[in-house]
């Protein structure tokens, strides 16, 4: 009987991901199954961070982001990941330091997809599947710099904690860091979240400019030059706009 209810629940998690943003009901005449069998499947998908409520329908269910970074390797057949992975090894090449690929998981966090690591003994390291707020990281405000006004309020009002004594923890501070960051194209992180860990980030954007994903060039403290910063930031910026252009196909 809970194998039966393993293999269910995956069945319910592919038939999201195909057909995501997807209602109960929708399941329900998929699979043939109690509506009351499939809301609490999805619900215990959902504690367990496989789906989530869509945000504009809350009636409609999808996967997170996290079910991207099970493995890496899913990801090979996905726009992003080929489209990405070229670039980030340019840039990689270009400073020297590590790469990162993030995706936003709606307003609840980061999650690192990919990474390509540099040759420096000491340097900075995110695993696979790992999570980030993103008021409070470079990935972060580079994605919320370009989502909607709504968005950002609805972060604010869900609270700014505060990691460091640099973490953005005020809404005008925060607001005023996202102008900033549409301006220049590109977001910085100096030890707002992790201790001794840098970051400059821009956000991979889809033909709508809707954040599809961050990447960065991540460093310990020791390299962080505030002089290379603008350097970094065309480079990172220019990274991402190319990953944006080959996921269309420009």
Same mark, same amino acid.
């Given at each position: 009987?809970?194998?039966?209810?393993?293999?269910?629940?995956?069945?319910?998690?592919?038939?999201?991901?195909?057909?995501?943003?997807?209602?109960?009901?929708?399941?329900?005449?998929?699979?043939?199954?109690?509506?009351?069998?499939?809301?609490?499947?999805?619900?215990?998908?959902?504690?367990?961070?496989?789906?989530?409520?869509?945000?504009?329908?809350?009636?409609?269910?999808?996967?997170?982001?996290?079910?991207?970074?099970? =493995?890496?390797?899913?990801?090979? *057949?996905?726009?992003?990941? @080929? !489209? +990405?992975?070229?670039?980030?090894?340019?840039?990689?090449? $270009?400073?020297?330091?590590?790469?990162?690929?993030?995706?936003?998981?709606?307003?609840?966090?980061?999650?690192?997809?990919?990474?390509?690591?540099?040759?420096?003994?000491?340097?900075?390291?995110?695993?696979?599947?790992?999570?980030?707020?993103?008021?409070?990281?470079?990935?972060?405000?580079?994605?919320?710099?370009?989502?909607?006004?709504?968005?950002?309020?609805?972060?604010?009002?869900?609270?700014?904690?505060?990691?460091?004594?640099?973490?953005?923890?005020?809404?005008?501070?925060?607001?005023?860091?996202?102008?900033?960051?549409?301006?220049?194209?590109?977001?910085?992180? =100096?030890?707002?979240?992790?201790? *001794?860990?840098?970051?400059? @980030? !821009? +956000?991979?954007?889809?033909?709508?400019?809707?954040?599809? $994903?961050?990447?960065?060039?991540?460093?310990?403290?020791?390299?962080?030059?505030?002089?290379?910063?603008?350097?970094?930031?065309?480079?990172?910026?220019?990274?991402?706009?190319?990953?944006?252009?080959?996921?269309?196909?420009?």
């Amino acid at each position: 009987m809970e194998m039966k209810s393993v293999t269910r629940s995956l069945r319910i998690l592919e038939a999201v991901a195909q057909h995501q943003p997807v209602t109960v009901g929708e399941l329900t005449k998929i699979f043939g199954l109690p509506k009351s069998t499939v809301q609490r499947t999805l619900v215990s998908l959902a504690e367990a961070g496989w789906l989530r409520a869509n945000r504009k329908d809350t009636t409609r269910w999808e996967i997170g982001a996290r079910v991207l970074a099970v =493995r890496p390797a899913a990801l090979q *057949g996905s726009s992003l990941f @080929a !489209a +990405a992975r070229e670039p980030m090894v340019r840039l990689r090449d $270009a400073v020297n330091e590590t790469i990162h690929l993030s995706v936003p998981d709606a307003l609840q966090c980061m999650v690192v997809v990919d990474r390509v690591d540099c040759d420096h003994p000491v340097r900075t390291f995110h695993t696979i599947g790992d999570t980030s707020p993103l008021h409070a990281t470079a990935v972060g405000r580079a994605a919320l710099a370009h989502l909607p006004r709504r968005d950002v309020e609805d972060l604010i009002e869900a609270g700014l904690e505060r990691f460091s004594d640099t973490t953005p923890g005020d809404p005008d501070e925060l607001r005023a860091e996202l102008d900033r960051i549409r301006t220049d194209g590109y977001a910085v992180n =100096r030890n707002q979240f992790r201790p *001794g860990v840098c970051a400059v @980030a !821009a +956000a991979v954007l889809d033909e709508d400019g809707t954040p599809l $994903a961050a990447v960065a060039v991540s460093m310990p403290e020791a390299r962080y030059d505030e002089e290379q910063v603008p350097k970094w930031g065309r480079l990172v910026a220019d990274t991402a706009a190319e990953i944006s252009q080959r996921r269309l196909g420009a």
